[in-house]
């Protein structure tokens, strides 16, 4: 098996019965496997809700570590819609060729920097600095903050053998609490800043919805992001014809990205709570269970693509989940593919080959499955284009 290769463990339980059971800390799970009972899950915010307890959308669950509620991801329409209005044209911002020209600047200095060593570790010292110095520009915040978020690891929420890590999570929210009352002390054009001084409803957000935002963007963004470029790299490791490609074709490097999110799926799934007893592919499901979204098992539905575990670069029909659904699609989506599409463009034309010398896998454990979502670590030396 190559090393990039990210197996698909739920194929013979997606195609046999469409579902799978985890049991997260005594609160069990009914894992939908399926492309179109995800997509129709999804949409169905009656009766698969996100506005439940504060925390128990997540897989795992994060009940126990924080009682604010994510905004607008933990809430449902019509409210969501209120929210989501607000806050979408910041995270639009992306989009801008200004935007693009300094995150390019800051991806090409890294870049640069790895071609001048024998040996960089691509979670810590490659994608988790990246991941953290672009949030700098969606936050609109200096660019020294990176140096403190690069300081928590790879997620804010969990530590090296534990699931969730509540003194670890403590450490982004009294960051976050700090950020809030500079910004209320001293205005300026940073998302706290402009957050704070928006209307909802006849009002200003409030502190706590403003925490809300924030921390869902902190949490929502890390491990993912971290999680595509570091699969994206080792894959490229693994296929320099692929970088050769990227290298004499840049105009697929978009349609790239869309088929590394959908094979790499960097969040492998999302809860949703159940408001009335219903069923699922003919499984009965009871009020006030949770399902969840399978992305990454939707994302290999063989029924929808076709050689679902190829990457295919220039995949032309591609109705991936990998960045969600519905209302509730990735509000950091726009990010996230502006970050990797730059990526690849920067690595096409500074690499000439990527050498990996040695890694550590990360493995999920979902009970009767057991995924792999990227590395622990994985060390490797980028070759300089000649």
Not at 58 to 64: F, I
Not at 136 to 151: V, Y
Not at 243 to 270: D, H, N, W
Request: contains cysteine; hydrophobic residues 35%; negative net charge.
């Amino acid at each position: 098996m190559e090393k990039s290769e990210l197996p698909d463990p739920f194929e013979k339980a997606r195609v046999e019965k469409g579902f799978g059971k985890l049991n997260d800390q005594d609160d069990p799970v009914t894992m939908l496997l399926r492309l179109k009972d995800v997509r129709k899950t999804a949409h169905n915010y009656k009766t698969f809700q996100s506005a439940a307890q504060p925390g128990r959308i997540v897989v795992p669950s994060e009940v126990n570590i924080r009682d604010t509620r994510q905004i607008p991801f933990e809430v449902d329409p019509p409210v969501h819609g209120e929210y989501r209005a607000i806050v979408e044209p910041w995270f639009k911002r992306p989009l801008q060729a200004e935007y693009q020209e300094k995150l390019k600047e800051q991806i090409e200095s890294l870049v640069n920097e790895c071609l001048n060593n024998d040996r960089v570790e691509v979670v810590n010292q490659f994608a988790l600095p990246l991941q953290s110095r672009a949030l700098t520009l969606l936050l609109n915040t200096p660019f020294s903050e990176s140096e403190t978020w690069i300081s928590w690891g790879t997620h804010v929420f969990r530590s090296e053998g534990e699931a969730l890590d509540a003194d670890k999570a403590n450490i982004l929210y009294d960051y976050i609490d700090q950020q809030i009352e500079r910004a209320i002390a001293k205005p300026g054009e940073d998302m706290y800043s402009v957050l704070l001084s928006s209307d909802f409803q006849g009002r200003k957000l409030s502190k706590e919805e403003v925490k809300g935002v924030m921390v869902l963007t902190f949490a929502g963004g890390r491990d993912t992001v971290i999680n595509a470029v570091t699969n994206s790299i080792a894959y490229l490791a693994e296929y320099p014809e692929s970088l050769e490609r990227l290298r004499k074709e840049p105009e697929i490097a978009g349609k790239a990205v869309e088929e590394f999110i959908r094979y790499f799926s960097p969040l492998t799934q999302m809860g949703r709570v159940v408001t009335e007893d219903t069923a699922v592919c003919e499984h009965a499901i009871k009020a006030d269970t949770r399902v969840s979204l399978c992305w990454a098992s939707a994302n290999r539905d063989a029924a929808v693509f076709e050689n679902p575990n190829e990457i295919v670069l220039d995949r032309k029909i591609n109705p991936h989940v990998g960045f969600g659904f519905s209302h509730h699609n990735c509000l950091g989506a726009t990010h996230a593919r502006q970050i990797l599409k730059i990526l690849l463009n920067t690595l096409a034309t500074k690499v000439g080959s990527i050498e990996i010398q040695d890694y550590k896998e990360n493995i999920e454990s979902l009970d009767e499955f057991e995924r792999k979502v990227g590395y622990d670590r994985i060390n490797v030396k980028f070759n300089k284009l000649t």
